[in-house]
């Protein structure tokens, strides 16, 4: 991992690094980059903004080089492809050196004015300050039900309690972040990473905004992948559940299959049955072929696991020190 190194001796300690994945963002970049300036411009203490531009298809990057200096100090990342918001991710928490690290999507969906909110819930003495939403403005009631859906499934299966309506918005202090860092696995589930180390947590409540500009970059598709990476990354319980499936179906199996022969014993057999011998066999077939999926799931991740393969390659690093004294507009 290439650390970009500061210019010149700094004197004052960084205390927050703020990490903006930005995928094809070239439409709001800059606006965000004022309010988030804005914000940061009032804080008193040493700042780092990190750009980390995931392979964007779009100008990002080149914006990205080009936004104007403000007091914080900027880093420009960019991968060397689109490698997916959670490598992003990991990428800027390696990048980062603040004493307390916030992650802040690039659409404005995450308003920058609560940073000043979350440092002082960290002051106060917390690790993690968890931003969770009041409402899902701008989204349909699908999405709001399957998300909901989600993280019920999601908090049956995993060990680690997953905080329901809780994004990638969160302040984490040094010491949370380093734990994340040295994690090993290459499937990186964040929101799960983020709730595995434990420590002191706290929850604020915000309204999500809708989307400043562009689109989302999720589909229900990529959703479900998302949503079974979670899954199978954070337990084994879904092959528990399987287990447990196969055991009852066999000793249901195993009385029904007395009673026949009783039955075909004392009653004798006139050649019937078809239809119920359809049904269990289908109801046979259809457990048994979404056991195997299940398995598959788990042993496809076994596989990309024991690859090893780094979870992001950097194609370049910028880095623009904080200028000490900034007219405001
Ligand atoms: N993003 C990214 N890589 C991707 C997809 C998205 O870095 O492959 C970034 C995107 O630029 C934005 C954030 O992740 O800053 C959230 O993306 P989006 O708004 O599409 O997700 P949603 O808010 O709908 O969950
Ligand atoms: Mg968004």
């Known amino acids: 991992m290439i650390k970009a190194q500061p210019q010149g001796a700094q004197k004052?300690?960084?205390?927050?690094?703020?990490?903006?994945?930005?995928?094809?963002?070239?439409?709001?970049?800059?606006?965000?980059?004022?309010r988030l300036t804005q914000v940061l411009d009032a804080i008193p203490e040493r700042c780092e903004i990190i750009y980390i531009d995931d392979g964007s298809k779009d100008n990002s990057w080149e914006l990205v080089q080009s936004l104007p200096s403000s007091s914080s100090d900027h880093v420009g990342i960019t991968l060397s492809r689109n490698f997916g918001k959670e490598a992003a991710m990991s990428a800027g928490l390696q990048q980062s050196r603040g004493e307390a690290v916030i992650l802040i999507d690039a659409d404005l969906q995450d308003p920058p004015e609560l940073i000043p909110q979350m440092l002082e819930a960290w002051r106060g003495g917390v690790d993690v300050v968890n931003m969770?939403?009041?409402?899902?403005?701008?989204?349909?009631w699908f999405k709001r039900f399957t998300a909901?859906?989600?993280?019920?499934?999601?908090?049956?299966?995993?060990d680690v309690p997953i905080p329901e309506n809780v994004g990638d918005f969160r302040l984490m202090s040094r010491q949370v972040v380093d734990h994340i860092n040295q994690l090993p696995e290459t499937n990186r589930?964040?929101?799960g990473l983020f709730a595995w180390p434990g420590f002191k947590q706290t929850t604020l409540e915000f309204d999500r905004d809708p989307r400043a500009v562009g689109e989302t970059k999720w589909n229900y598709g990529k959703l479900f992948s998302f949503a079974m990476d979670g899954i199978s990354s954070f337990s084994i319980r879904p092959l528990r559940l399987a287990t447990w499936c196969g055991l009852v179906t066999a000793f249901s199996a195993f009385a029904y299959g007395a009673w026949v022969v009783a039955k075909t014993l004392i009653f004798g057999e006139a050649v019937s049955g078809y239809p119920s011998m359809m049904v269990v066999q289908l109801l046979l077939g259809g457990i048994q072929l979404l056991a195997l999926g299940l398995i598959g799931e788990y042993l496809g991740r076994v596989v990309?696991?024991?690859?090893q393969r780094p979870q992001y390659l950097v194609r370049e690093v910028s880095?623009?020190?904080?200028?000490?004294?900034?007219?405001?507009?």
């Open 12 to 34: 004052r300690p960084l205390i927050l690094s703020v990490i903006v994945p930005v995928y094809n963002e070239s439409e709001g970049l800059a606006y965000t980059h004022k």
């Open 132 to 140: 969770k939403r009041r409402e899902r403005l701008g989204e349909s």
């Open 148 to 158: 909901g859906s989600f993280y019920k499934v999601m908090n049956w299966a995993s």
């Open 189 to 191: 589930y964040m929101k």
């Open 304 to 307: 990309m696991e024991v690859k």
């Open 319 to 329: 880095h623009q020190d904080g200028v000490s004294s900034v007219v405001s507009l």
